[in-house]
Every structure is written in structure tokens, then in C-alpha cells.
């Protein structure tokens, strides 16, 4: 099975397949059982303070990989906030934190007093998660504080890969992948989901000054920055952000397939993570894209009666071919 690649893609999947060929050497922790419990604890309840739909994904992982990657989000969470803390036009203060942070997050030091690090350490131990990938996402987050405008989406899936697609690179060496031909699914489905994330808050985004939607593709439907600091939906803003949602749709649809090259018991909680987000993007067409202000989300009761379809879709035969399949099953597990 393979994912046809569009130009943007190159770039991204030359990063990302350096991870691939560069596993990390083997640690040796000896992190007491009572400080990993306490450190996991409180990836759990990050989790559940920030991400609903994180939360209800990844309690559908069996409990080793469940805790893992709300290790993994804990420590997203972390690097995102740093800079998203930053008061308006101060950089030196949160630049030289995420400098600090970056230390002692990828230093594997077996002695910090942080709540969750140790288990963001013992996970990148237990799963061999590539350091290249958790450096790409903190270089990337720092990128909030020098540039808060795209000119195109290629410059903009730059930034997609790496606050994202890092993510779920990450993810698919703690759910287990058959083999590297996984790799540009994760990213396509980490652009997707950042785009969907940017489609969503881009009157949140305004108001922090930041404006993440390409500068030239509003400008190709009419639009400029006054359109949206008016936050006024007209005929333009609606073909614009009808164009958006397409492209995004397409990501998902092109990135979704590749959820068959993960070990089995990790696929129906990737696809329900994966698609319940993009249901957010029904959410903003059905409140006629008014998204500057208000925040697109799916209820609890959306997301639950979605469940069933996406499980079948995950784990009978919704994205793959029974060629695949077959293929598949005699392939070898990787990062279990």
C-alpha cells in the first residue's frame, strides 16, 4: 500500500524519515515504580483538563500505550504553552524557558522534581521514540514567537509538520507500525489535523495576534487581514474557507488508510482520534463558517454515537483494500 505525495510533502518526509533512520540507543532509567505512577497520574489529568477528544481516543488504547501517549500529550501540552503564555511582544522571557525546557525534556535526566517528566522519559525509553521528532516539535512551537504570518500553505505545512505531524510520529512508535511505509500517512494526517485546529480558531488566533491562513490564498478570494479583524462571514469568506475545508478533507481522506499499517490494538483509537476531529469541520460549515467568534467542537454525544462506524472502519475493512490486508498480515511489528 502507498500514498501518492504532492510537492509541499518532500520536505516533510525527508524530516520525518530521519527519525526513521536514526533510533535512539537504549536507555536505562531506573525510575522507582511509586514516582512513575504519580508522574503518569498526572499525564492523565493534563489530558483531561485540555483535550476531551484526546482523552476519549486514547482510553480506547490497551493501559500501557493509553498512559504513554497522554505522556506524550502532557509533554506537547507543555512545549505549547510555554510559548502561548508569552505576553504580546515579549520574547526573551518564554525563548529562554523554552530553551530550559528543551533541556531538560530531551536530556532524559532521571532526576527532575517536574509532575509528568518522568514519564514522558520512561516512555521515550519503553517505545524508542526517535529524539529527532520530540526536538522537530519544540522548534516548531518556538516558531510562534518570530513568525506569526504564512504566505502560502507550503510555508504553512512547515509549520503543520512540525507542531503536528511530529505528534503523530511519535504516537505511531508507541501504537507499533508494520513498517516505514507508515511514515506519510502520520504526516498527511498531522497537517490535516493541524489545519482543522488553525480552521477552528482563527478568531482565538486574531485576538493572540497570530493569523495562521495562507496570505495569498485569502488575498485569491478578495480577502485581507481587515476582512478578518471585521470577522464579518460574507459570500467571500465563505468560498474561502469552503476551499479550505475541501483541501483538509482530502488530507484526511488520503491519510486515513495508513491507520492499517498500526498494530491492531492502536487503530480504532487513532481513527476515532482522527475523526472525531474532523468532524469539527462539519461543525464550522454547519454554523455557516462563522468562526471568529466561536469555537467549532462535537458534543459528547456526537463523538460517542460516531464510535461503532469508526471502529468498523478502523478494524474491518473501512481503509484498506483486502489487497492490503493480506499484504499486511504477514508484516513485521515495529515499536510495539
Known amino acids: 500500500m502507498s500514498v501518492s505525495t504532492a510537492p509541499w510533502e518532500n520536505r516533510l518526509l525527508d524530516w520525518a524519515y530521519e527519525g526513521i533512520a536514526n533510533p535512539p540507543g537504549e536507555l536505562c532509567l531506573g525510575i522507582p515504580d511509586e514516582s512513575l505512577e504519580h508522574a503518569y497520574a498526572t499525564c492523565d489529568a493534563i489530558t483531561a483538563q485540555h483535550s476531551r477528544t484526546f482523552l476519549l481516543a486514547s482510553g480506547l488504547l ?6 504513554a501517549v497522554r505522556a506524550l500529550y ?3 501540552r507543555t512545549s505549547d504553552d510555554i510559548v502561548d503564555r508569552n505576553p504580546e511582544g515579549e520574547t526573551a522571557e518564554p525563548q529562554a524557558a523554552l530553551r530550559d525546557w528543551r533541556q531538560r525534556a530531551l536530556g532524559y535526566s532521571t532526576d527532575e522534581a ?5 514519564a514522558w522519559i520512561d516512555t521515550c525509553a519503553t517505545y524508542s521514540i526517535p529524539r529527532i521528532y520530540a526536538e522537530q516539535l519544540i522548534d516548531g512551537v518556538a516558531q510562534d514567537l518570530i513568525c506569526n504570518r504564512y504566505a502560502t500553505f507550503e510555508e504553512l505545512t512547515v509549520y503543520c509538520y512540525a507542531v503536528a505531524s511530529t505528534v503523530g510520529l511519535m504516537s505511531m512508535h508507541i501504537v507499533g507500525f508494520t513498517d516505514p511505509t507508515a511514515v506519510p ?4 494526517l498531522g497537517v490535516a489535523l493541524q489545519l482543522t485546529n488553525i480552521l477552528r480558531d482563527v478568531g482565538e488566533d486574531w485576538r493572540s495576534g497570530r493569523l495562521y491562513l495562507p496570505t495569498e490564498e485569502l488575498a485569491a478570494f478578495g480577502l485581507c487581514e481587515a476582512d478578518v479583524a471585521a470577522g464579518q462571514v460574507d459570500e467571500r469568506w465563505r468560498a474561502f474557507m469552503r476551499y479550505q475545508i475541501e483541501r483538509v478533507r482530502r488530507l484526511y481522506a488520503d491519510a486515513l488508510p495508513g491507520i492499517a499499517l498500526l498494530h ?4 480504532f483509537a487513532i481513527a476515532a482520534a482522527a475523526e472525531l476531529y474532523r468532524c469539527i469541520l462539519d461543525d464550522i460549515e454547519a454554523h455557516d463558517y462563522a468562526v471568529f467568534h466561536r469555537r467549532a467542537h462535537v458534543g459528547t454525544f456526537g463523538k460517542l454515537r460516531r464510535l461503532p462506524a469508526i471502529w468498523w472502519r478502523a478494524s474491518v ?3 484498506r483494500t483486502r489487497q492490503d490486508g493480506a499484504r499486511r ?3 513485521r511489528h515495529v515499536g510495539a
Open 62 to 67: 490497551p493501559f500501557a500505550k493509553r498512559r
Open 74 to 76: 502532557a509533554f506537547c
Open 114 to 118: 517536574d509532575g509528568f517528566l518522568l
Open 185 to 188: 500517512y502520520a504526516v498527511k
Open 264 to 267: 491492531p490494538d492502536g487503530r
Open 317 to 319: 475493512s473501512g481503509y
Open 329 to 331: 498480515n504477514g508484516a
